[in-house]
């Protein structure tokens, strides 16, 4: 069965970089679009970015600026490119993509990744 697992996560420094990978197994022919969330402990989980079917991209206020999405179908892997991280940042960050399989268009959903941000 067809799945998206992401990697990429850590621990980094306030200022920092870290770029989140969200790539498919086999089975998945394109990735049309692809949505970002995060979400912080005792927090709700909220969308950081996404980059839909024409390409347009959007960002949360919070992240603009920072942060950019990017699909790379070659690799059949969305990516979340994070740069300047700050303490706030720190969440679990899940991705969810609309891809096409055998059977048409899915909807998955990565397991979710642990960013923290600290000194």
């Known amino acids: 069965q067809e799945q998206f697992v992401e990697s990429g996560g850590g621990l980094v420094s306030p200022g920092g970089s870290l770029r989140l990978s969200c790539a498919a197994s086999?089975?998945?022919?394109?990735?049309?679009?692809a949505t970002w969330y995060r979400q912080a402990p005792q927090g709700q989980r909220e969308l950081v970015g996404e980059?839909?079917?024409?390409?347009?991209?959007t960002y949360a206020e919070s992240v603009k600026g920072r942060f950019t999405v990017s699909i790379h179908n070659a690799e059949s892997t969305v990516y979340l490119q994070m740069t300047n991280l700050r303490p706030e940042d720190t969440a679990i960050y899940s991705c969810?993509?609309?891809?096409?399989?055998?059977?048409?268009?899915?909807?998955?959903w990565g397991q979710g990744t642990q960013v923290t941000v600290s000194a």
């Open positions: 980059i839909s079917l024409d390409g347009t991209t």
């Open positions: 969810n993509v609309l891809a096409q399989n055998s059977a048409g268009l899915m909807n998955y």
């Open positions: 086999s089975g998945v022919f394109n990735i049309y679009a």
